[in-house]
């Protein structure tokens, strides 16, 4: 609520004063919107149109909370599973929760690797990522199978090798949508 | 780039408690989810309204998107059917005048057919279309295979309905919300649909891989009789799916049945059709259907249904 105010605070100001030319920082609210927006839309890439009969499609919310992560240690706050699962959990199809659980031990679990790993390049980044992404994979299709067994690994292979080459290209999104946010 | 170090804010109290309390939520959020998926799979309807809201507010996407998809999907065919048109005109002639004459004998079938089960006392009830709609979406990074259709409760539809497109079953509904429900599709591995062999109704069971095909269980375990080409019906029995829609192909044996490929695909099919359930009734309104019949059918038909109808108990 206090974070509210400040920002309400923030642009009033703002619309009284002219635009200074100097000294120039991105609102906080574009700051924060472009991460999160970006990773909620991502979620809703179910809505596009493939009606698969298998798992093909990349779990897209997810990549992008990664590379977020990656670009820029320190976007999320830990807790930022909750929200986020909450809303990919609405759209996924998955057992209701199954996103919260997932999102938010990935987010813990990045908190331990960055403490491993002081420096850090893209490959490196790139087989971090593709360990969660299995991870994620993996406990999604753990989850489901509980509550309807049934479904080998093996189906998840195509969308695993799918969603580790789309990375890089979620990584230059990213970096695209960084730059916007920081534009002054 | 190096992270910054977020554990150790400085010595602001406020900042410490503030870091603390974000990872206490974490953990939280972990364990409640499991919870949540533990409750979800004790009652898999609990979220619906949720997710069924979710739906509403996104379907006219869906709907957008929906003939875009199929538009897509058609492109190859089209091209390939412009190359070939010539020598595919021809062929096909020749398979619509055998065609013809088939039609013809399965006409003379189905009405033997319809006197048969007259004469057993059965009045078949096929599934009454409830609603035509679009599927406008899916669950394609799950391993759960559902879809959304363009229909809800306003339209008719309700949980446990079956879902079919002109070439064959696509699955049940699961839920509704008033303008969209979701379909759990025959490729999911929760649904299990009895089946039978075409050919000479070998009864078995269908269950999804999730992977786009199907398992085919037999459920008299012996010889495996299964042969790649055999078509898999909908056997109608325990109620749920009318008999004899056509669900999928086999393509090849396991040691304890077939995994077969199904035979609509939802995302090729533009229009399905939901279905009211189907349960099978011993006749009780085998006179409205003699009366219905007197006028059409010969005598000894007649004959027959009057036959049946002395025989039914009351």
Known sequence: ????????DQWRTARKTPRSRLDRAPSKFRLNAFPWGSVMLASMATLLPVIASAPVMPPI??????????LRPGTWPVWAGLPLGLFDDLFSGQPFGSAMALYSLALLLLEVADKRFMWRDFWQDWILASLFIGGFLLGGLAIANWAADNAHAIVLLPQFILSVSLYPVIVRVVSWLDRKRLYR | MAPPSKRRPGFSR??????FTGYLLAFFTVLAGLALVVIAAADPRGFAVLRSGANEVTAPVGHGFASLRVGVHNIGKSVSAYFFAASQNAELQEEAKKNRIALIEARALKQENKRLKRLLGLVEQDGKTVVAARLIGSTSASTRRIAILGAGSRQGVRAGQPVRASNGLIGRVLDTSLNTSRVLLIT?????????????????????????LIDIRLINIGVNPF??????????????????????????????????????????TDFVVVQSIYQPEIATRI????????????????????????????
Do not use: C
């Open chain 2, 14 to 19: 406020k900042a410490q408690y503030q870091i």
């Open chain 1, 61 to 70: 919310g997810f990549m992008l909370l990664l590379a977020w992560h990656m």
């Open chain 1, 1 to 8: 609520m206090i974070r509210l105010t400040n920002w309400w």
């Open chain 2, 227 to 268: 042969k790649p080409g055999d078509v898999m019906l909908t056997s109608g029995s325990g109620g749920l799916y009318a008999p004899n829609i056509p669900v999928a192909i086999i393509e090849r044996k396991t040691t304890d049945g077939a995994v077969a490929r199904i035979l609509a695909d939802p995302a090729a």
């Open chain 2, 188 to 212: 999911d591995p929760d649904n299990v649909v009895p089946v039978r062999r075409a050919r000479d109704g070998l009864v078995a069971f269908a269950e999804g891989r999730s992977d786009g």
């Open chain 2, 287 to 314: 006179e409205a259907e003699d009366a219905e019949n007197a006028n059409l059918d010969n005598e000894s038909e007649a004959e027959a249904a009057k036959r049946a109808k002395a025989e039914t108990p009351q």
